[in-house]
């Protein structure tokens, strides 16, 4: 993607949500690898939100079945398609949710001419994937990092 205006890069210096990072715009509110890239064409601003958490053999200690596996990377990849009702644009995601190795990359792409509007979409897909993907977690099993700290924060949370 090309390098930001000066309008979109302030709109996301001005969030709370995002820090500079190599390659756009890195979360800084989620423990999972989430990047925003974001270039300016026409007066329009496209998006393109990258998420990458662990699969689920990859969260926890021990093995995962199979088809266990494949049941929570199912659910999980229709949960994520609904990110478009946590957002202020008008947007009908279809996000790519891929396997790669031991992670999960969820890519969401889309294009707002509000900046302010868009960063602030962009912050939440990403925290929505996090509690999607919080959602997903199955009892039984021992998780370890990042993973392990959802759990412990949202237990917390819920008193």
Do not use: C, K
Not at 62 to 89: N, P, Q, S
Not at 113 to 135: F, K, L, M, P, W
């Amino acid at each position: 993607m090309t390098e930001t205006s000066g309008r979109v890069a302030r709109a996301f210096r001005d969030h709370d949500s995002f820090e500079r990072a190599d390659d756009g715009f890195e979360s800084t509110t989620t423990p999972f690898d989430a990047v925003v890239e974001a270039s300016e064409r026409d007066g329009r601003i496209d998006y393109v939100v990258r998420v990458r958490v662990p699969s689920l053999s990859a969260a926890v200690e021990g093995e995962v079945a199979t088809v266990v596996e494949e049941g929570w990377l199912e659910t999980f990849e229709l949960r994520v398609a609904d990110a478009d009702g946590v957002v202020r644009g008008d947007h009908d995601f279809d996000p790519d949710v891929d396997l790669a190795a031991e992670e999960v990359v969820v890519e969401f792409a889309f294009t707002d001419s509000n900046e302010r509007r868009g960063v602030d979409d962009a912050a939440a897909v990403i925290n929505y994937v996090e509690g999607t993907y919080v959602q997903g977690i199955i009892p039984g099993y021992d998780y370890v990092d990042p993973v392990a700290r959802l759990v412990d924060r949202a237990q917390r949370a819920s008193g």
